[in-house]
């Protein structure tokens, strides 16, 4: 059994065997709008509360039994708003149909919030007044909604920033959107809560910084899958969550990150404050920023993957010839302003073209794979070696002396004399690599410095092979 709107009138008219108010069962009441996501009043001809759903406790911090037989002005944050919404709207002879407008209302403990209101007149069937109804939600300004919408859409469109500035200036129109003091992207790993991108304007909270998630508001949000906003914790079911015993954050609302079909994390803003209440446009706010994100992180983890593909070597997985060029520039520049050594070793696999005719290329693949495993684990982390072509690679020795040079190409010839590859006729065979190597000159180009290492690899090839020279 259900409330009817009557098209004509545009007020609400009772089912025929329920002709007053007062005949209304409240569990009728409650089984009808208790799910709405709306507050719901409805009050008598004289505005008397009858029944609130439970959305309506959520928004205005009364307990139903704190409401009922109350005159309805005790919601309205100014005495004459009543009064006028009572000459309009709620009167026994009004004829206004079913209409929205905006009124400032009053929470428990006398917290004002803007509120969007749809009130009728309910109607029996003969179409004597039988009581109001009134739904509400709270509401934002439309001009700031609008104008969050129009920055948002300035951000996402910018063609200069990174895709980490856009996450970060995002995070800061929400923040403003809102009025909070906390911003956080976070990524979620079992129960890891990892902050990946924050503003925070009392910068207590750290990008990277690592909480458990069940001690973040956050876990709600991921195990209902859904926007949630909390306008008031100190007076809500939450009061004894971790994250209130441990931070005060009065205020949240937070969306889940969906990234590749799977959730990524959480988007959420926070705040010592208690708010007012979220609207609808807030939640809608949300999700589409939410989702703005998710595109951007899957846009920037494409881009980036394509850029590592145009570096790498597919066969080796070593830096190509363009990521070595450019990483050595970069050294270089780095080596020339602070004095710091600069060594590179400039190699070729010996005799590799034999081993292309007499096994097959497939042989030949199978040494430079065996030649880019060993010197994958030699060396420090900053040295860096990279496939130039065919079997030329140069490794790049940042602060490393020409004696350290030395005794790093040695260990790799000696290493490689170790290594025995199996082809699959069962045929096996070894080889060998000749280097040259050359330390950076003050001022010198990189161009200069690689041909110095080349005429040094020149000259192991022209005295033997399986040598270093300089």
């Known amino acids: ?44 001809v004289h505005r008397r509360i009858i029944y609130v759903n439970q959305a309506m406790e959520a928004l205005f911090g009364y307990a139903q039994q704190e409401l009922l037989g109350r005159e309805t002005s005790i919601l309205y944050a100014d005495e004459e708003d009543f009064r006028e919404q009572g000459r309009q709207c709620f009167n026994i002879d009004s004829q206004v149909a079913t209409g929205s407008y905006r009124v400032a209302y009053r929470r428990w403990g006398g917290q004002r919030f803007l509120g969007l209101t749809t009130g009728a007149v309910m109607r029996s069937r003969n179409g004597g007044p ?69 503003v925070d304007y009392k910068n207590e909270i750290k990008p990277s910084a690592c909480f458990e998630l069940s001690g973040t508001y956050c876990e709600r949000t991921l195990e209902l899958n859904k926007t949630l906003g909390f306008c008031y914790v100190g007076k809500s079911e939450l009061q004894r969550h971790p994250c209130y015993l441990n931070t005060q954050l009065e205020s949240y609302i937070g969306s889940p990150v969906c990234f590749n079909g799977e959730n990524y994390g959480t988007l959420n803003f926070s705040s010592h404050s208690p708010t007012e209440p979220f609207s609808r446009d807030d939640y809608i706010f949300m999700r589409l920023l939410a989702d703005t994100i998710s595109y951007l992180l899957y846009k920037k983890m494409f881009e980036e993957e394509v850029l590592a593909q145009a570096k790498t070597d597919e066969l080796t997985g070593l830096p190509n010839r363009r990521a070595v060029c450019e990483r050595l520039n970069d050294t270089l520049d780095i080596a020339s302003r602070s004095g710091f050594y ?75 004399s170790e290594i025995v590859v199996e082809l699959k006729g069962g045929d096996t065979f070894s080889f060998s690599v000749s280097l040259g190597v050359a330390m950076h000159h003050p001022g010198e180009s990189a161009q200069t410095l690689l041909q110095r290492a080349d005429e040094a690899l020149y000259r192991a090839k022209q005295g033997g092979r399986d040598r270093l020279c300089e």
């Open 342 to 416: 600069l060594t590179v070793l400039s190699l070729d696999l010996d005799h590799f073209k034999t081993i292309n005719d007499r096994w097959g290329h497939s042989a030949g693949d199978a040494a430079l794979m065996a030649f880019a495993g060993l010197v994958g684990r030699l060396g420090r982390r900053t040295d860096f070696c990279g496939r130039l072509g065919g079997d030329e690679f140069l490794f790049v020795l940042p602060g490393a002396s020409l004696e350290d040079a030395k005794t790093l190409g040695n260990q790799l010839r000696h290493r490689l």
């Open 130 to 198: 039988a009581g109001f109804i009134g739904i509400i939600r709270p509401a934002r300004s439309s001009d700031t909604s609008l104008e969050t919408l129009q920055k948002v859409h300035t951000i996402t469109s910018d063609f200069i920033l990174t895709h980490g500035q856009k996450i970060a200036s995002l995070l800061r129109i929400g923040m403003q959107h809102f009025g909070f003091e906390i911003a956080i992207l976070s990524r979620v790993v079992g129960n890891d809560y990892i902050v990946e991108y924050c």
């Open 1 to 44: 059994m259900t409330m009817e709107e009557n098209p004509g009138g545009g007020s609400w008219v009772l089912p025929e065997r329920l002709q007053s108010i007062d005949s209304i069962c409240p569990s009728l009441l409650t089984q009808i709008f208790d799910n709405f996501t709306e507050a719901v009043v409805v009050a008598d």
